[in-house]
């Protein structure tokens, strides 16, 4: 959601006004859109991230400048600049984040992939004899020694 809208943020300030003059700027008017979208966005950062998220990402209070027209078009363009950036940030921050877990499930697949053949020595009649095959994989490839639990591994 926040890439989408940091790049909807983006596409609006692509867009050039067709003159220096007040009227030419109101191309940015669209500005309250993408503040609340950055303003919707925090909470779900900071319930996932924490602290750290709740310092990187403040809301960004227009005050009487929700309306355009309770506002100067001059401050438009700056409005939209100061929300495309949150929410950039936004997208930076989140992403190495995303990068892991994308690497993860990559490496399940590649897993399941390479061993599940070798684990099954006849063809499987049951669900069940596919899902003790995957346990076995996923428990030799991702477990840590102690993480098995066993009655002969009381302690793990």
């Avoid at 309250?32 to 303003?39: F, G």
């Avoid at 950062?45 to 809301?59: M, W």
């Avoid at 390479?114 to 095959?133: G, M, Y």
């Amino acid at each position: 959601m926040a890439k989408t809208a940091a790049t909807a943020a983006d596409n609006a300030l692509a867009v050039k006004p067709s003159g220096e003059t007040a009227i030419g700027l109101w191309v940015y008017s669209g500005y309250p859109a993408i503040v609340a979208e950055y303003n919707r966005l925090i909470p779900y950062f900071v319930e996932l991230y924490g602290q750290e998220a709740a310092r990187l990402f403040q809301p960004f209070d227009l005050q009487k400048h929700w309306d355009p027209g309770a506002s100067l078009p001059i401050y438009f363009l700056g409005y939209l600049q100061t929300a495309a950036n949150g929410l950039n940030r936004m997208v930076a921050y989140i992403q190495p984040k995303l990068a892991t877990s994308e690497i993860q499930i990559e490496t399940l697949i590649e897993t399941i992939r390479v061993n599940l053949r070798a684990a099954i020595f006849e063809l499987p009649t049951k669900e069940k004899e596919i899902q003790n095959a995957l346990d076995i994989i996923l428990r030799s490839e991702f477990a840590k020694p102690n993480d098995l639990f066993t009655p002969w591994n009381l302690e793990g």
